[in-house]
């Protein structure tokens, strides 16, 4: 049994910056891809960023140059600093990793007001 708990979100203004966190726990051996994906009402879920076991990253081209991923394999944990948010970054956020089982967070929610 795997469990992810994500922490971080809430309510900000227009070019603020929030970090979220996401950390596993339970029976994991290794964990692969670490992700973020958000969901806003309406929409279907979307890929946000991802992280390799190698670090490498990559980003949606509406985040790019404003969200980082990074991830700290010692504490299974996978964090995504947002700057400069947007009041189209509004969404529910999810972490995803694969092990390669693939889990689900249970999401944080992510408000930016105008």
């Known amino acids: 049994q795997v469990q992810l708990v994500e922490s971080g979100g809430g309510l900000v203004q227009a070019g603020e910056s929030l970090r979220l966190s996401c950390t596993a726990s339970g029976n994991i051996h290794t964990i692969n891809n670490m992700g973020w994906y958000r969901q806003a009402p309406g929409n279907q879920r979307e890929l946000v960023a991802a992280i390799s076991s190698s670090d490498i990253a990559l980003y949606a081209r509406s985040v790019r140059g404003r969200f980082t991923i990074s991830r700290d394999n010692a504490k299974n944990t996978v964090y995504l600093q947002m700057n400069s948010l947007k009041p189209e970054d509004t969404g529910f956020y999810y972490c995803?990793?694969?092990?390669?089982?693939?889990?689900w967070g249970q999401g944080t929610q992510v408000t930016v007001s105008s």
């Open positions: 995803r990793i694969t092990t390669p089982q693939v889990y």
